[in-house]
Every structure is written in structure tokens, then in C-alpha cells.
């Protein structure tokens, strides 16, 4: 069980420093299903657990900048009163942005690590 936290960690890792690029969910999900190894089941557990951690710290820095950008007069303004659905529905796209697309490359990670010589251990990057 221990492996799978750890595991998951990296595909986080993963996430988080490539955050700056579009789509690094996918790749952070991968990493972790393609370290794991097991099957598709297994990838798809894994790259939603890493998507659910690397959530966490992106989260932190997406609400202030969403209140912000709330406030510059992107979106709707704070003050308004369908803000508490404009929320729902941003943050409804953000988990499945993040969640969702680790999880696909979870699935990703363990078709490669199945059919594949590629090594996606991110521990040989470092």
C-alpha cells in the first residue's frame, strides 16, 4: 500500500513541475501507473490518486488567483449573486481538468508500461 502512496506522490510531482505546460496532468498520471505497473484498473486508481494529490497545492494557488481576477473584472464579479454557481461550475472544470486528465493518463501509463520498452520512472530524470 505504502508504493501506491509513493507512486503516486511522483505522478504528482510530476504534475506539479510541469504545471506550466498544458495537459502536465496526463503526463503526472502516466508516470505514476507506469512505475506502479499492474493493468488498466490499476493505472486508472493510480493516476486519479495522483491527480487528487497534486490538486491539492495547485488548488491553493488557484483560488486566490480566481478571486483576483474576480475582482480585475474577469468572470463575474464577486459581488454578484450567481458567483456561488459561476464557482461550482469553475471548480467542476478545474477537478476534472486535473482528476480527470491524470486519471486518462493513468490509463496511458499502463498501456505504455504493457506494451512499451519506454521508462517513464521519473527517479532516472533526477
Same mark, same amino acid.
Given at each position: 500500500?505504502?508504493?501506491?502512496?509513493?507512486?503516486?506522490?511522483?505522478?504528482?510531482?510530476?504534475?506539479?513541475?510541469?504545471?506550466?505546460? /498544458?495537459?502536465?496532468?496526463?503526463?503526472?498520471?502516466?508516470?505514476?501507473?507506469?512505475?506502479?505497473?499492474?493493468?488498466?484498473?490499476?493505472?486508472?486508481?493510480?493516476?486519479?490518486?495522483?491527480?487528487?494529490?497534486?490538486?491539492?497545492?495547485?488548488?491553493?494557488?488557484?483560488? /486566490?488567483?480566481?478571486?483576483?481576477?474576480?475582482?480585475?473584472?474577469?468572470?463575474?464579479?464577486?459581488?454578484?449573486?450567481?458567483?456561488?454557481?459561476?464557482?461550482?461550475?469553475?471548480?467542476?472544470?478545474?477537478?476534472?481538468?486535473?482528476?480527470?486528465?491524470?486519471?486518462?493518463?493513468?490509463?496511458?501509463?499502463?498501456?505504455?508500461?504493457?506494451?512499451?520498452?519506454?521508462?517513464?520512472?521519473?527517479?532516472?530524470?533526477?
Amino acid at each position: 500500500m505504502r508504493e501506491t502512496f509513493v507512486d503516486a506522490g511522483w505522478g504528482a510531482l510530476v504534475t506539479l513541475a510541469l504545471s506550466i505546460l /498544458p495537459f502536465s496532468s496526463v503526463v503526472g498520471g502516466a508516470v505514476a501507473a507506469n512505475r506502479h505497473g499492474g493493468g488498466y484498473a490499476s493505472g486508472l486508481w493510480l493516476g486519479t490518486l495522483a491527480g487528487v494529490a497534486a490538486m491539492v497545492p495547485l488548488l491553493a494557488l488557484f483560488i /486566490p488567483s480566481l478571486f483576483v481576477a474576480g475582482l480585475l473584472g474577469f468572470g463575474i464579479p464577486p459581488s454578484s449573486p450567481g458567483y456561488g454557481l459561476f464557482l461550482a461550475l469553475v471548480f467542476a472544470f478545474f477537478l476534472g481538468y486535473t482528476v480527470g486528465l491524470s486519471a486518462l493518463g493513468g490509463l496511458g501509463g499502463a498501456w505504455a508500461r504493457t506494451h512499451t520498452e519506454w521508462n517513464l520512472d521519473p527517479v532516472r530524470w533526477l
